[in-house]
């Protein structure tokens, strides 16, 4: 259920960050809705769908998007491996498990997004591009993911109840 869940779910996350969210920059950095949900997904104790939803969510970001198809699957992949090996050892502080995934893999994206762009001949000034677009995007995700990480936590406490001991 909650895979059926993730499609519509994760498809109105890319509606909203493509028509809003990346209509309100910082400078020139805009968030990472989907980034934040999936790692926020992937933190979450009993949630055992948290690849699938990497899955779902990788494809609708490389649908709208002009990098290669590859970039937003390795990322969130990374989110996701990352996300999950962090839940099994920082059980007790989640929030800083969420503050720590973000902060690299929004930093590993970019990076990764700046390497492509140069294969393909696009060569961008680096410390231009980490003051007037990582930076503000990091500060934007960092600032949203205690909210999404309240939000999604509500929402798969939905579908994964605690067992109740009797």
Known sequence: MPILFAIPFLGLLVILQSAVVNRMPLLHGTADLLLLVIIAWALRPRVRTHWHWMVIGSLYASL??????????????????????????????????????????????????????????????????LNQVTLPSLVLNLLLAVPIYAIIGDIADRFYPEELET
Do not use: D, N
């Open 64 to 129: 709208f998007t002009s990098l290669p198809i590859y970039v937003f699957p390795a990322g969130y992949l990374a989110a996701t491996a990352l996300a999950v090996a962090l839940r099994r050892r920082v059980w007790k502080a989640p929030i800083l498990a969420m503050f720590s995934v973000v902060f690299a893999i929004t930093l590993g994206i970019h990076i990764l997004t700046v390497f492509i762009l140069g294969l393909q001949g696009t060569l961008l000034p680096i410390i231009e591009v």
